[in-house]
């Protein structure tokens, strides 16, 4: 069988602190890796947009000296002739070392993986996780704080079907002392399921809240998202939930001067482009960062050491 990274908690924490360890070194070192996948291929299967995610991955490979094939939406393959998930990732698994694959359906990864003899990363699907995601967010906020424990963090806006959010608040309640503020409106609160299994089953203290001004100052990262527009069932609620949180220079008057903020992007209007030149703004660093933990995934999956 071989390895699938489908939920965060698929790696160890041990694990990841192993990856953040070589994503470093990548970073430090880049000659040292550039041969390492030669002659090895990585599928990216997106049934779904994708800008960062896809685009990362497949610069990783291709500076891990690599090469990439994959379709970036789901009318390109034979999706749009009737193929099941199933013989799709089976026919790349008979061509390509390693996929990663992004679907609407939450549980698609999963259920492909079945079918495939070469190992699968979910690239996100659905409402459900994104693994990789979670991964790029440690390894930013490993570089920004130096640190994986001790901090108070927001997360703030579409907590509901937040895919990023369910998998990041999962793998933090893993390490030690960490405080969760939740700050959502009513109908986007963090899902029952992760709340249970995440915080309440491992005793952490948590709290919930609907204004992101009265937790500013108490909090150490800021992790922003979009509302995702894409889940809604009817449009007139997306219209009206779009715009509950808008991170702009004045709304940050009050938060430490040490603060981090983070977004997995796409940003629709939830943070202000002013908001940028702060230098508490790490989101730009996020997304590069995504490059190297991905980088960091594809040598431990394929088992390459250099
Ligand atoms: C996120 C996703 O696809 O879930 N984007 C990403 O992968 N960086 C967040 C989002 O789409 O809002």
């Not at 992790?223 to 219209?239: A, G, I, S």
Request: net charge neutral.
């Amino acid at each position: 069988m071989p390895r699938n990274i489908i939920d965060v908690t698929d790696l160890t924490v041990e694990e990841i602190d192993g990856l953040i360890a070589t994503a470093e070194d990548i970073l430090q070192n880049p000659a040292k890796y550039q041969d390492a996948c030669a002659h090895k291929q990585l599928a990216t299967l997106f049934f779904e947009p994708s800008t960062r995610t896809r685009l990362s991955f497949e610069s990783a490979m291709l500076a891990l000296g690599g090469s990439v094939l994959g379709f970036s939406e789901a009318a390109s393959s034979s999706t749009a002739k009737g193929e099941t998930v199933g013989d799709t990732v089976h026919t790349v698994s008979c061509y390509a070392d390693i996929i990663a694959m992004r679907h609407p359906k939450e549980g698609a990864p999963f259920a492909a993986a079945q079918f495939s003899e070469v190992p699968i990363i979910n690239a996100g699907d659905g409402g459900h996780n994104h693994p990789t995601q979670t991964l790029t967010d440690l390894l930013t906020i490993h570089r920004e704080k130096g640190r994986l424990s001790g901090f108070t963090i927001g997360f703030c806006g579409d907590l509901k079907f937040g895919r990023t959010v369910h998998s990041l608040v999962n793998a933090l309640s893993r390490y030690k002392d960490i405080r969760f503020v939740l700050v959502s409106p009513a109908e986007l609160k963090l899902p029952r399921y992760v709340k249970e299994e995440a915080l309440k089953k491992r005793g952490i203290p948590y709290r919930q809240t609907d204004s992101l001004d009265a937790v500013m100052s108490d909090l150490d990262i800021l992790y922003m998202t979009r509302v995702q527009k894409e889940r809604f069932f009817n449009e007139e609620d997306y219209l009206r939930l779009k715009d509950s949180y808008i991170l702009t220079p004045e709304k940050l008057e009050d938060a430490k001067p040490d603060l981090s903020i983070l977004h997995p992007l796409p940003r629709v209007n939830e943070i202000a482009v002013a908001v940028d030149k702060d230098p508490r703004a790490a989101y730009w660093k996020q997304v590069k960062n995504g490059k190297f933990i991905r980088m960091a995934l594809i040598l431990k999956l394929l088992d390459i050491r250099v």
